[in-house]
């Protein structure tokens, strides 16, 4: 049968997917939280895959979502040349390319909600602000001479272009009380008003004409596209400066500026420090607009900072490949970290770790209450350039390979994973995302002497699983030697109550793994969406359905008996399916199994559409046929008996010619008789399904 495509539908939430070019055996990844957004998978399959990473313990990449050395990792694509900035802004990661545009990220899916265009240059950082009356907007920063201000919500609008010519590069952004600080590639730091004086601005502004080093700014949303003139000022000299040039004060000593490209920024306290080229990290004073320190130690261009303000200290990362860690009261070095051996090029602080990541793509994690080293891995072979923390606690990196990883803290270190259980309210998704990472490793093939003890395997897991949900009572039932067994079980607590019988099944369909492009048998996370054998068909389904009932148990809302039965030859024509169901139901102990079931509730059904949820009614089911046209029992010659003996391949193509007319109306007689006609409330339901036949059309 042609397989197709299906996606992981939720009980009660509604998520827009974004079409594939190719059809996979693959889901988007359900919202995660409370009991009534616990996922509900349908599905089917017949696919290959993309490239998601991940890693063995070894440190070894190898495609897929797994439990590396030992982390798992959601992988995002769609930049087509190095990631060079990401931020968390207003519950989404911004990711910023040498492709020039901005990505945004939802964070509970994983799937890209826009891209943000009009940068003319690599965007080489993003700040997210919060202004005085709660808005919050996103700042980027670029090669192209400008720093733009857009929207930090749907469309991802740009409101705001500020033009610096002359200047060169703008390399690095920071926020402090009203101004915005930006690193140039003139060695200057200049800073410009967030609060009034640039309310006051957008009145002229709006008298100007596009943007002068683009002529217009977008943002790309899924299936529309919003375009506006942008308000340009050219801030060339409209913007104060660190250290102070006139017209604002006086000109102030060598000493006291940079000698290269200021690469990082960052505000600290009533600070904001500085990284450059020179290999020096500047403390300064916004108020007196001067140096209050430098910090020296590095051998090679300052790279990045980060900071952890309640132990009173600052990181800064080199092209030295170390990582030096300053105390902020006595603006001195306290320790040198020293682990990688190439360029550290982004660092980010999260629950008390600091995460580096250099040009090896090594990421190292460090316990920042003595910096002992917890943990290393290698996202990928390829720089990483860019580390950011989400606030759900995951770790993203941005790398030269143009994809943006996601880790979740508790998959890197084994301490937050236990800090996390106190609090994480997505705790049961993520151990969905485990048990499914185990049950997919199983090739459970069935139909193949080969595989058969793999599916043993993976009933014995399934067996397993149930006993720990808890169910009263489960059974694995053998109904037939080389076929593989039954799971049944059931949850009794209400002998009162109607019974839902769920069915599902562990097998699936054989593998080339030639024609995958990651490993069928490891789960693999890409763009919101799961990749692995198995996964919507039907192993992924089966365990959201026992998760979703689960949580029912542990909140005590689960009002009905439930029975399950998965069998293991599904894709190989349920042999001794039906049979086993019957004997259960005519034994003893089946009466109370079955007698009073009033649902059955198959898990591996579809959507019609990406966008809405949907609940199967019925399906169009299956009749196989065998004609058979007799003839000579030897070959006769055409030219002597062709016109005596009918030729059989011409009576067998009339015959089925004759047995379906054009609208598809089978015409043999009597097929109808037992069929129950479709009633007018049925009718009604046809019309209020949302189809689209042209899309359809082009599947």
């Not at 990631?83 to 910023?96: E, T, W």
């Not at 004086?197 to 709006?206: K, N």
């Not at 169009?620 to 007799?630: D, P, Q, S, W």
């Amino acid at each position: 049968q042609q397989q197709q495509q299906q996606q992981f539908n939720h009980l009660s939430h509604l998520h827009p997917h974004h079409q594939h070019p190719h059809h996979h055996n693959t889901a988007p990844l359900p919202m995660a939280g409370s009991a009534t957004s616990l996922p509900f998978l349908s599905a089917h399959n017949s696919w290959d895959s993309h490239s998601p990473l991940a890693h063995s313990g070894s440190g070894t990449p190898e495609n897929g979502f797994a439990i590396m050395g030992r982390a798992r990792e959601h992988r995002l694509q769609g930049h087509t040349d190095t990631i060079l900035s990401l931020a968390a802004v207003a519950g989404f990661m911004f990711s910023g390319s040498q492709d020039e545009t901005i990505r945004v990220w939802d964070t509970e899916e994983w799937a890209c909600m826009a891209v943000m265009r009009g940068h003319q240059g690599g965007v080489f950082s993003i700040v997210g602000w919060e202004s005085p009356s709660g808005e919050t907007f996103v700042f980027s920063a670029s090669s192209d001479n400008t720093i733009r201000k857009w929207e930090s919500e749907k469309p991802f609008s740009c409101l705001a272009v500020f033009y610096f010519p002359g200047f060169g590069d703008v390399l690095s952004l920071a926020i402090l009380g009203p101004n915005l600080y930006c690193g140039f590639q003139d060695t200057r730091i200049r800073f410009l008003p967030l609060g009034s004086e640039m309310c006051a601005r957008r009145s002229a502004m709006r008298k100007s004409t596009n943007c002068k080093a683009c002529g217009q700014c977008r943002s790309v949303v899924p299936h529309s596209i919003c375009s506006a003139e942008v308000p340009c000022l050219d801030m060339s000299t409209s913007c104060g400066s660190l250290p102070s040039e006139n017209p604002l004060s006086a000109t102030l000593t060598a000493s006291q500026r940079h000698f290269s490209y200021v690469f990082a920024l960052l505000a600290y306290a009533e600070f904001i420090c500085s990284g450059a080229g020179d290999g020096f990290v500047k403390v300064w004073d916004p108020e007196t607009l001067s140096v209050r320190a430098t910090l020296v130690g590095h051998s090679g261009s300052v790279q990045v900072l980060a900071k952890l303000e309640e132990q009173k200290m600052l990181f800064s990362g080199c092209r030295d490949s170390t990582i030096k860690v300053w105390d902020m009261e006595s603006f001195s070095c306290k320790q040198t970290l020293t682990v990688h051996r190439q360029a550290v090029l982004s660092l980010c602080v999260n629950s008390g770790v600091l995460y580096s990541g250099d040009a090896s793509g090594l990421i190292v994690a460090w316990d920042c209450e003595g910096f002992s080293k917890l943990r290393e891995f290698r996202a990928e072979h390829a720089a990483v350039q860019a580390l950011a923390c989400h606030p759900r606690g995951f770790i993203c990196s941005g790398s030269s390979s143009k994809a943006v990883l996601a880790f979740p803290p508790d998959a890197v270190i084994p301490r937050a994973a236990s800090k996390a259980r106190e609090s994480d309210t997505h705790d049961s998704f993520d151990t969905l995302l485990r048990t499914l990472m185990e049950f997919v490793a199983i090739p459970s093939i069935s139909g193949s002497e080969q595989y058969r003890e793999h599916c043993w395997t993976a009933a014995k897991f399934l067996r397993d699983h149930l006993k720990v949900l808890p169910c009263d009572e489960v059974r694995l039932i053998s109904h037939g030697e080389n076929m593989n067994p039954l799971v049944l079980a059931r949850i009794a607590k209400h002998p009162d109550r109607p019974t839902v019988f769920v069915y599902g099944h562990y097998d699936v369909q054989p593998v080339d793994e030639a024609s995958w492009n990651t490993p069928p048998w490891r789960l693999n996370a890409q763009n919101g969406y799961l990749y692995g054998r198995g996964v919507t068909d039907d192993k992924g389904p089966i365990l959201a359905t026992t998760s979703a009932i689960e949580e029912l148990l542990a909140n005590n809302e689960l009002d009905v008996n439930v029975v399950f039965a998965y069998e293991g030859e599904e894709e190989s024509t349920s042999f001794g399916f039906e049979r086993a169901i019957r004997e259960l139901k005519d034994s003893q102990s089946g009466q109370d199994w079955l007698s009073n079931v009033c649902a059955v509730f198959v898990s591996n059904n579809y959507w019609i559409g990406e966008d809405r949820p949907c609940l199967t009614y019925g399906m169009r089911g299956i009749i196989n046929f065998v004609l058979t046209v007799e003839g000579p029992r030897t070959n006769v010659h055409s030219g002597v008996d062709g016109g005596a003996i009918a030729e059989p391949l011409a009576d067998l193509t009339s015959l089925l010619a004759c047995s379906v007319d054009a609208k598809g109306q089978v015409l043999i007689p009597g097929f109808y008789d037992d069929v129950q006609p479709v009633s007018e409330s049925e009718c009604q339901m046809y019309d209020e399904i949302m189809f689209d036949t042209e899309a359809y059309a082009h599947l």
